[in-house]
C-alpha cells in the first residue's frame, strides 16, 4: 500500500517567477509578504515579487519581521497585520524560517486562532492560499504541510501540519540561493539530507519514494562541495535545489522522526543551526536504526554506490561536532520533551528514553 499526496503547483528553474508568476493571479488580490530582514532582498526574490504584483495590479503589504525559528508572538504579529490590512493570501519569501512563519500566519488569521493552537490541528480548518518562495535548499517548506514555530515562552521548538497549508504555488528558482553564504549552503543541504534519510526511516516508508530519495542522497553528495567552492555554480545550486523539493515531498508522505526531534532543543537551547543539528546526530541516529532497517539501508548504500563508511567519511568532512558539553540535566530534560515530540511517531521502531539520552551524551563534548 502507498499513498502520495503533494497538492503544491511547483514552477521550478531559472526565472520561473517572472515566466509563470502570472499563475498567482487566481489567489487573491492582495498579498501579505513574509520574509525575513535582509535575504529576500539579497536574493533577489523580493524585488521579482514586487515587480510581479506592480504588473498583475496585485497590492501588497510586506511584513519582514521574520527571525531564524519563529517564534509566537512574531506569526502573531504578522496575523494582526494579515487583519489590519485586509489582505487575502501570503507570499512567503526566505529559507524555512518565513516560509514556515508564512504557513503559521495563514492558519492563526483564516481560523481566528490564538498563537499556541496552531499546535492543535483539529483547529485548522481553513487556511489563506500560500505561495513560497525558497531561498535555501533545505527545508522543503515550499511542498509540506509543516510549519515548526518556536514557544519562546516554554522554550520549546515544535512542528505542527495541515493538508490546507501545503503551498498553492511555489516558484523553485536556484539563483535565489547563489547569495546564501558557506555555513547555511552546508547546514541547509544537511537538512535536506536527513529529509530524504527520514523517507527511509520512516514507519511510514513507501518504496514509491525510494527513487527521489537515492537521487536526492546522491545529487547533495555530489554537488554540494562544488556549491561551496563555487557559490554561482547554477548547476550546482539546481541539483541541491532539486534534492531539497525532493526532500519535502518525501517527508510530506511519511513525516520526520527522532532524527529531526533530538534537533530542536539543541538550537533552543544552544543555537545551531537547524541543519547543523540534524547533522551532528546522524551517524548516531543510522547506528540506532540500522537493525531495524537492515535490508531497507543496505538497499540505500547499492543505490548510492557507497558504503555505509564511505558515507560517514563524507560526513566527517562538515565537522558538524562543536565543542559542547551538555549537563545532565540539560539531557534529562530535553530527553523528556524529545520523547513527547510528535516526530516520535514516526520512528522505525518503539525508542526508549535512555536510547535517546545516550545519543545527547554521545555528543556531548
Ligand atoms: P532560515 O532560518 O530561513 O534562514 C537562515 C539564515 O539564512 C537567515 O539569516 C536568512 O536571512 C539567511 N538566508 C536565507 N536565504 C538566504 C540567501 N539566499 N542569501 C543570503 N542569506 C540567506 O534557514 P532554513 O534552514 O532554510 O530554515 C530553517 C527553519 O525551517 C527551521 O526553523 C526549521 O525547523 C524549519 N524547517 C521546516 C521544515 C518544514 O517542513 N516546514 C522542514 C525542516 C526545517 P534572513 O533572516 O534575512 O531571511
Ligand atoms: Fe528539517
Redesign the pocket.
Known amino acids: 500500500m502507498s499513498q502520495f499526496f503533494m497538492p503544491t503547483k511547483v514552477f521550478f528553474g531559472e526565472n520561473s517567477l517572472k515566466n509563470f508568476g502570472e499563475a498567482i493571479v487566481s489567489l487573491g488580490t492582495k498579498a501579505l509578504i513574509v520574509?525575513?530582514?535582509?535575504?529576500?532582498?539579497?536574493?533577489g526574490?523580493l524585488s521579482d515579487v514586487k515587480e510581479l504584483c506592480n504588473s498583475l495590479e496585485i497590492k501588497y503589504v510586506h511584513f519582514?519581521e521574520?527571525?531564524?525559528?519563529?517564534e509566537l508572538h512574531t506569526v502573531q504579529k504578522g496575523a494582526e497585520l494579515m487583519k489590519e490590512k485586509s489582505c487575502d493570501f501570503i507570499i512567503g519569501i526566505?529559507?524555512?524560517?518565513?516560509?514556515?512563519a508564512a504557513?503559521a500566519i495563514s492558519a492563526i488569521s483564516a481560523n481566528k486562532l490564538k498563537p499556541k493552537d496552531i499546535y492543535k490541528p483539529e483547529k485548522i480548518i481553513k487556511a489563506y492560499p500560500i505561495v513560497a518562495i525558497?531561498?535555501?535548499?533545505?527545508?522543503?517548506?515550499e511542498v509540506?504541510?509543516?510549519?515548526?514555530?518556536?514557544d519562546e515562552i516554554n522554550q520549546k521548538?515544535a512542528?505542527f501540519?495541515s493538508p490546507l497549508l501545503f503551498p498553492k504555488i511555489s516558484f523553485l528558482d536556484p539563483k535565489?540561493?547563489?547569495?546564501?553564504?558557506e555555513r547555511?549552503t552546508r547546514?541547509?543541504a544537511i537538512?535536506a539530507l536527513?529529509?530524504l534519510l527520514e523517507g527511509i526511516y520512516s514507519k511510514n516508508r513507501s518504496s514509491l519514494l525510494n527513487p527521489l530519495i537515492y537521487e536526492g542522497i546522491s545529487l547533495i553528495i555530489k554537488y554540494l562541495p562544488i556549491a561551496l567552492k563555487e557559490p554561482n555554480n547554477f548547476r550546482a545550486r539546481e541539483k541541491l535545489m532539486l534534492a531539497s523539493y525532493y526532500g519535502?515531498m518525501v517527508?510530506?508522505q511519511g513525516g520526520?522522526t527522532l532524527q529531526?526531534s533530538i534537533?530542536?532543543p539543541l538550537?533552543t537551547h544552544y543555537g545551531l543551526?537547524?541543519?547543523q543539528a540534524n547533522g551532528i546526530v546522524m551517524k548516531e541516529i543510522i547506528e540506532l536504526y540500522e537493525p531495524a532497517l537492515q535490508n531497507e539501508l543496505t538497499e540505500l548504500f547499492d543505490s548510492i554506490g557507497m558504503t555505509k563508511f564511505e558515507f560517514y567519511m563524507w560526513l566527517d568532512q562538515w565537522d558538524f561536532v562543536e565543542d559542547i558539553t551538555f549537563p545532565e540535566e540539560f539531557i534529562q530534560k530535553s530527553t523528556e520533551e524529545i520523547a513527547k515530540s510528535r516526530n516520535m511517531a514516526a520512528n522505525p521502531r518503539s525508542i526508549q528514553n535512555n536510547e535517546i539520552a545516550d545519543i545527547l551524551r554521545k555528543i556531548s563534548k
Do not use: C, F, W
Not at 535565489?176 to 553564504?181: C, M, N, Q, S, V
Open positions: 520574509t525575513g530582514k535582509n535575504s529576500a532582498e539579497r536574493s526574490a519582514d521574520v527571525s531564524e525559528n519563529p526566505g529559507g524555512g524560517s518565513p516560509l514556515d504557513k525558497p531561498t535555501t535548499s533545505g527545508t522543503g517548506s509540506t504541510q509543516y510549519s515548526v514555530i518556536t521548538k512542528g501540519g535565489y540561493t547563489y547569495t546564501l553564504p547555511p547546514d541547509t537538512d536527513s529529509h519535502g517527508i510530506a520526520t529531526h534537533g530542536y538550537t543551526s537547524h541543519g
